[in-house]
């Protein structure tokens, strides 16, 4: 049984599209985060969310916008997509906010052409 | 000073060797830390966290210096498979989880 997964693994689309990637834990933890991973490998946080209200919201473009429907779930839809957007999104999780571990999702890599 | 900073390596190991990285932080008050390991299109894992009184976990042992604010992570008889990027994490201002941008290790036989 996989703790976080992330879905799709791959997503390759046009520059412009508007797409979404899923991600669910099955742990119960309370925090839920999305991090992009560029080219360069940097791990960079983009949002936080603690039991479905947003903690961390970094300086992220609005046409990323997270939903959290419930605790296990959180979602990323990205909206007219640019080259820039290319990266691996990893979703993550941990029991509380703050010092805690984080489990992560098999992360999903996504190409804008 | 950046908030987690690391030396991005590659550090190039023979196999059996020792290898120790370091990573600094720049928000004193910060009170948790942890060793991630990252290998090649894979998700970070958890590695190891780091205790103030240090702690060791089979050949590898993290340790805490706050004085001059670094972490570090030493390993011991190096493997093959210890060829991964290493990811120094700290929780920084509010509570957010920063994570350096990882030193990369290659195990040579």
């Known amino acids: 049984d996989t703790a976080v997964s992330q879905t799709p693994k791959y997503l390759v689309t046009q520059m412009g599209n508007d797409k979404s990637i899923k991600c669910e834990q099955n742990?119960?933890?309370?925090?839920m985060y999305w991090y992009k991973q560029d080219s360069k490998k940097f791990l960079k946080i983009m949002f936080s969310?603690?039991?479905?209200?947003?903690?961390i919201n970094e300086t992220v473009p609005n046409r990323f916008s997270p939903k959290s429907p419930d605790k296990a779930h959180l979602n990323l839809h990205i909206n007219s997509l640019e080259l820039g957007d290319s990266a691996v999104y990893f979703c993550?999780?941990?029991?509380?906010?703050?010092?805690?571990?984080?489990?992560f999702g098999a992360g999903t890599r996504l190409s804008v052409l | 000073r950046k908030e987690v900073e690391q030396d991005p390596g590659p550090f190039n190991v023979p196999e059996g060797a020792t290898v120790a990285f370091n990573c600094t932080y720049s928000?004193?008050?910060?009170?948790?830390f942890f060793w991630y390991r990252q290998d090649c299109r894979k998700e970070p894992k958890l590695l190891m966290s780091?205790?103030?009184s240090g702690n060791e976990d089979g050949r590898f042992t993290a340790q805490l210096n706050r004085a001059s604010q670094y972490i570090s992570l030493l390993i011991r008889d190096s493997k093959l498979s210890d060829s991964a990027t290493y990811l120094c994490?700290?929780?920084?201002?509010?509570?957010?989880?920063?994570f350096g941008k990882g030193t990369r290790l290659h195990i040579l036989p």
């Open positions: 742990l119960g933890h309370d925090t």
């Open positions: 969310y603690n039991n479905k209200e947003l903690i």
């Open positions: 994490v700290v929780n920084g201002w509010g509570d957010k989880i920063i």
């Open positions: 780091v205790y103030s």
């Open positions: 928000n004193s008050a910060s009170q948790s």
């Open positions: 993550a999780s941990s029991e509380t906010t703050g010092g805690d571990i984080q489990y």
